[in-house]
Structures are given as C-alpha cells and as structure tokens.
C-alpha cells in the first residue's frame, strides 16, 4: 500500500473529510502517474524492436483490358493488336488557304 493511500485511510478515520477528499486525489495522480509511466516505458522499449514492415505505398493497380483512345473520345479494345505498337496519326492538315511552304 502506497503512502498516499495510508494517508487517505488515516484522514477518514479521523473524520477529516476535506483532507480525506485531497488525499484521495492524491493517491489517485500517483497510481495515473506510475501506470503511465510503466506505459511509455513498454511503448519505448517496443517501439523499434520486432517491428512489421509495412509498405511504402498502395499496391499498384492490374489493368485488365487496355484499350485505344480514338479521336471522339471512346475507347477501342486492343486485344487483337498483339505487335504492342502504338497506331497514332500524328500528322496535322494544313490551314485552308494558308501556303506552308512559301510562308515566311
């Protein structure tokens, strides 16, 4: 039994209720107190010891069917592609009226 507690028990023998309720908070702080304690000092004793490594970053996502993007917006599937190359039409048509190659 802890001092603080003693001394409860002897303020409510003694009928001194006022110290008896200061004791009381008293005893109570110092039990909080070390039960924390106790508590930071396992925290800190397993903090870096046994620790799971955990993943950097979500798992990336599986792209089930890729597709082609066409000029409209939607999305033609490639799955009867198969060489893996790209088919863009890079090329840009001339301004009408405009002479590309005597311009300048």
Same mark, same amino acid.
């Given at each position: 039994?802890?001092?603080? +507690? $003693?001394?409860f028990i002897?303020k &409510?023998?003694?009928?001194?209720? @006022? *110290?008896?309720g200061? @004791?009381? $908070?008293d005893? #109570?702080r110092? $039990?909080?107190?070390? !039960? #924390?304690?106790? /508590?930071?000092?396992?925290?800190a004793g397993?903090?870096?010891?046994? *620790?799971?490594?955990? %993943? /950097? *970053?979500?798992? $990336?996502? +599986? &792209? @089930?069917? %890729?597709?082609?993007?066409?000029?409209?917006?939607?999305v !033609? %599937?490639?799955?009867?592609?198969?060489d893996?190359? @790209?088919d863009?039409? #890079?090329s840009?048509? !001339?301004?009408?009226?405009?002479?590309?190659?005597n311009?300048?």
């Amino acid at each position: 039994m802890s001092e603080e +507690v $003693k001394n409860f028990i002897d303020k &409510i023998a003694d009928g001194d209720n @006022a *110290s008896a309720g200061d @004791a009381f $908070k008293d005893a #109570l702080r110092v $039990k909080v107190g070390n !039960s #924390l304690d106790a /508590h930071r000092q396992e925290v800190a004793g397993n903090m870096f010891n046994g *620790s799971v490594e955990q %993943p /950097h *970053s979500d798992p $990336k996502p +599986v &792209i @089930a069917d %890729p597709g082609t993007f066409n000029q409209d917006g939607s999305v !033609s %599937p490639t799955t009867n592609a198969g060489d893996g190359q @790209a088919d863009l039409d #890079l090329s840009q048509p !001339s301004p009408v009226g405009i002479d590309v190659d005597n311009a300048g």
